[in-house]
């Protein structure tokens, strides 16, 4: 029989404890409980009400997880300047999008579009009659289902947003008796998760309704069943490209005595490869959700949806390819991100979580469409920085430097020999073992 650990048992009824009770259960189970109470209770807020915000996020909190808020500077959108709020635990990636970011300030900024809105949700049903009956009544349907919903599609349609059209997907021929009604929304300036849902599984009531009650399904033996109503996070549609350009002489000298041409082909090649083979395709689209992602979450927007949005429309023709291009024609050097991003700048978290609604407004608060181009933008960024030092200095020696600070802390350097450290480094490799064996001399010293 294996040996049981200490932490090896159910805790029942956890969610119905107070938080100083749960604390104090998961402190028991840590070597130090004394300790762990404290540690746990250093990161609570000391403004109890802006605590009780963060506790009711979610189930079970009992403390909260730090992650730095930065700025990326000087991000150009379409002739705009940004500077744009990020959340990211990785050194380098803010360094990396501010560089790019200054980088292509200097030449024209980012440009950006978004192509279209459209978000999807369905409801999947069973249901073995004949199918052009259904489609017979198809129509009739569509009104049905519109007028089942127009209390709850009121406040978006005000906003400018809704129902966009309904679809009827047969997938009878993989699973059997399987149809999917698949509805196209606007939602506007909110990412909609709640609105879509909430009007699918009304859909899903007045569907099994509208089958029970037409007489086209009278003869009918089954009834509609559904199986589940939810909407999609593959948002294909609601689609936006950011893009930079140049001239091949603009990029002349940007390492060492490399030309223009000579980077701008070596940069292609690089993002070929990543057209290529997935191994490098997923290193190179999670270099791009490093500047998405963490303007999705100090904005408030759910991260999650975005990546699987974006990772699914990296497969679109049925392999997982990079999600940035470059072309080359007339001595130009054309680089572009095309990608999904699903998100709102109103409801949900961007308003509820005091920092997002900061970040929102740093931005202008901007609308969800702009927020997209701002979001591709600083992907875009991040790519760049990424592929230029991978196919010039390497990525290392930006990574080490921006590493060096934690290499410090987890050695636990003092104020003074961090700064002697900084000094030294600037000239001198970073690695563990040396920024190891520089404190370790000048403690000896
Ligand atoms: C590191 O977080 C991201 C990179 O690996 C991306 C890339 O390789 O393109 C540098």
């Keep these: 029989m294996p040996k049981r650990r200490k932490r090896d048992f159910l805790i029942r009824g956890f969610s119905k404890l107070l938080k100083e009770d749960k604390v104090k259960i998961v402190s028991e189970l840590m070597d130090n409980q004394v300790e762990a109470m404290e540690l746990l209770k250093s990161f609570w807020h000391s403004d109890n009400s802006k605590q009780k915000i963060f506790d009711e996020f979610s189930e079970n909190t009992i403390s909260n997880y730090y992650i730095p808020y930065g700025v990326a500077p000087n991000v150009v959108v379409n002739g705009r300047t940004y500077h744009v709020p990020v959340v990211i635990e990785e050194s380098s990636v803010v360094a990396a999008a501010s560089s790019s970011s200054k980088f292509w300030s200097e030449r024209g900024g980012f440009k950006a579009k978004v192509v279209d809105v459209e978000k999807i949700g369905q409801v999947h049903f069973l249901w073995s009659g004949t199918k052009s009956k259904l489609e017979e009544?198809?129509?009739?349907?569509?009104?049905?289902?519109?007028?089942?919903?127009?209390?709850t599609t009121k406040n978006m349609e005000a906003r400018g947003g809704g129902i966009i059209d309904f679809k009827l997907e047969d997938f009878t021929d993989e699973?059997?008796?399987?149809?999917?009604?698949?509805?196209?929304?606007?939602?506007?300036?909110?990412?909609?998760?709640?609105?879509?849902?909430?009007?699918?599984?009304?859909f899903a009531t007045a569907l099994q309704d509208f089958f029970k009650t037409h007489d086209i399904f009278k003869d009918d033996a089954m009834e509609c069943e559904i199986v589940m109503?939810?909407?999609?996070?593959?948002?294909?549609?609601?689609?936006?490209?950011?893009?930079?350009e140049c001239d091949f002489a603009r990029l002349d000298g940007i390492y060492k005595d490399m030309t223009g041409e000579q980077f701008a082909r070596k940069f292609q090649t690089a993002v070929k490869i990543a057209e290529t083979d997935v191994y490098r395709a997923t290193t190179h689209n999670k270099g791009v959700f490093n500047g998405i992602d963490a303007v999705a979450i100090a904005t408030g927007n759910d991260f999650r949806a975005i990546e699987a949005a974006g990772h699914a429309y990296a497969t679109r023709d049925?392999?997982?390819?990079?999600?940035?291009?470059?072309?080359?024609?007339?001595?130009?050097?054309?680089?572009?991100?095309e990608i999904p991003i699903a998100l709102g700048t109103v409801g949900g978290l961007t308003s509820l979580h005091?920092?997002?609604?900061?970040s929102l407004e740093l931005l202008g608060n901007p609308s969800a469409n702009?927020?997209?181009?701002?979001?591709?933008?600083?992907?875009?960024?991040?790519?760049?920085?990424?592929?230029?030092?991978?196919?010039t200095?390497?990525?290392?020696?930006?990574?080490?430097?921006?590493?060096?600070?934690?290499?410090?802390?987890?050695?636990?350097?003092?104020?003074?020999?961090?700064?002697?450290?900084?000094?030294?480094?600037?000239?001198?490799?970073?690695?563990y073992g040396a920024v190891q064996k520089f404190i370790d001399n000048l403690r000896n010293s």
């Excluded at 109503?229 to 930079?244: D, G």
């Excluded at 050695?411 to 020999?417: F, G, R, S, V």
């Design 137 to 151: 009544v198809f129509d009739e349907l569509k009104y049905y289902l519109r007028g089942a919903t127009k209390e």
């Design 370 to 391: 702009e927020l997209m181009m701002i979001v591709a933008s600083v992907g875009l960024a991040n790519n760049f920085a990424a592929i230029r030092s991978l196919v």
């Design 318 to 337: 049925g392999k997982y390819r990079s999600l940035t291009s470059v072309t080359i024609s007339d001595d130009r050097f054309y680089y572009e991100l």
């Design 393 to 431: 200095k390497g990525i290392q020696i930006g990574h080490m430097k921006m590493h060096l600070y934690n290499i410090l802390n987890h050695i636990e350097a003092t104020k003074d020999e961090k700064d002697k450290a900084v000094e030294h480094f600037v000239t001198n490799k970073v690695s």
């Design 175 to 202: 699973i059997e008796n399987y149809y999917q009604l698949k509805v196209t929304f606007n939602t506007a300036d909110s990412m909609g998760a709640n609105f879509i849902n909430s009007c699918l599984e009304e």
């Design 354 to 358: 005091p920092l997002a609604k900061h």
């Design 229 to 244: 109503s939810i909407l999609s996070n593959y948002t294909p549609n609601c689609l936006v490209k950011a893009w930079v």
